[in-house]
């Protein structure tokens, strides 16, 4: 199927509320990782999200060249072309961008998308995250207020992280006090009155109970996704709405239990993000292929190897097949396998 269209895709965030599940959303780097995601959310009947970041694409660019406006264009093109052949939809996103690289990647990437829409096309990207966790609140919110009207005015979500998410993912590291990796109903309250509750633009909110990016030991992180059921009915009893007014986002889910991941679906998140297991899988599988063929992939002591064990087909394929297993459990964590409308 195509790549969803803005209405599409906001269709598919409703669903999923209404519905109690999520949508997995799949970091990309590379042709290959693009092409297991696709695969595992085809094998699932999954629809979903597949989003890029500033160092995938720079990597998408040339790892030389750190073009990253341009890696995500190419990254966005590829993805527009190969989806065609498979019978699910997905929504494109620019992951994590903080204020540095605003001018080199998210802001030519809306202008290159009002440039399409002007001509009567659709966005490019479905949605672009601004990730103000870095700076202070107030000037996070000020700097989503003024992205909000140019990608409503494309028909484009906003994403805003309202709080900080501990860790480090390509290249922007947090860290802090423990009070800073949860979000507080003060917190959104600001976002709100800044942003709306949809009436200027639609949003959603990455916000934090205890989630840090990476990986870690059981144990080492205390995640509260109770928080987010006590944000939403603040908001609600503040703003006077129906119950789960904020769409959410979980990010720095790795090493989660089902228990938390459910109950974080449950209060009102739509988009989780998934990118270090989904890494691990791969590289895991190529590991093993290597070691398992070690004397074909390699010319050992003057031999000729196997062409047909070190051609990055051989190897690529497998790899591909594990990152996509990988997908499938993370849609049925998230309750969207067998979910797709496509």
């Known amino acids: 199927?195509?790549?969803?269209?803005?209405?599409?895709?906001?269709e598919m965030l409703d669903r999923a509320k209404a519905g109690g599940f999520a949508y997995p959303a799949f970091n990309a780097s590379s042709s290959q990782s693009v092409n297991a995601i696709l695969q595992g959310l085809t094998e699932a009947g999954s629809d979903g999200i597949i989003q890029v970041t500033t160092g995938g694409a720079d990597y998408f660019a040339g790892h030389t060249v750190k073009a990253r406006a341009t890696g995500a264009l190419a990254f966005a093109k590829f993805v527009h072309e190969v989806a065609k052949s498979y019978p699910i939809t997905v929504a494109l996103h620019t992951d994590h961008c903080p204020k540095p690289a605003l001018a080199d990647f998210v802001l030519p990437l809306i202008a290159e998308s009002e440039k399409v829409v002007a001509?009567?096309?659709?966005?490019?990207?479905?949605?672009h995250m601004w990730d103000g966790s870095a700076v202070p609140?107030?000037?996070n919110i000020e700097i989503a207020k003024e992205l909000l009207p140019r990608?409503?005015?494309?028909?484009?979500?906003?994403?805003?992280?309202?709080?900080?998410?501990?860790?480090?993912?390509?290249?922007?590291?947090?860290?802090?006090?423990?009070?800073?990796?949860?979000?507080t109903v003060g917190d959104v309250t600001a976002a709100v009155e800044g942003l709306g509750l949809g009436?200027?633009?639609r949003w959603i909110a990455a916000l934090t109970f205890g989630n840090v990016h990476g990986v870690y030991a059981p144990g080492n992180v205390k995640?509260?996704?109770e928080l987010l059921g006590e944000i939403q009915e603040g908001i609600a009893a503040k703003f006077g709405t129906g119950p789960k007014p904020l769409d959410l986002v979980f990010h720095g889910g790795s090493g989660s239990t089902d228990e938390e991941i459910a109950l974080a679906v449950k209060n009102g998140v739509v988009k989780m993000n998934i990118d270090t297991d989904t890494q691990y899988a791969f590289t895991r599988a190529v590991a093993g292929f290597m070691f398992a063929n070690y004397d074909g992939v390699l010319k050992v002591d003057g031999g000729v190897g196997n062409k047909k064990a070190?051609?990055?087909?051989?190897?690529?394929?497998i790899a591909e097949?594990?990152?996509a297993a990988r997908v499938v459990q993370a849609t049925k964590q998230l309750g969207s396998a067998a979910q797709s409308k496509s």
């Open 223 to 225: 995640l509260r996704p």
């Open 321 to 323: 097949s594990a990152m």
């Open 119 to 127: 001509d009567g096309g659709q966005p490019i990207f479905q949605s």
């Open 1 to 10: 199927m195509p790549v969803a269209t803005p209405e599409q895709y906001a």
């Open 310 to 317: 070190y051609d990055p087909r051989a190897w690529g394929k």
């Open 137 to 139: 609140l107030a000037e």
């Open 151 to 183: 990608l409503h005015a494309i028909n484009a979500i906003l994403e805003v992280e309202i709080g900080v998410v501990g860790g480090e993912e390509d290249g922007v590291q947090h860290e802090g006090s423990n009070d800073a990796l949860y979000t």
């Open 199 to 201: 009436e200027q633009g």
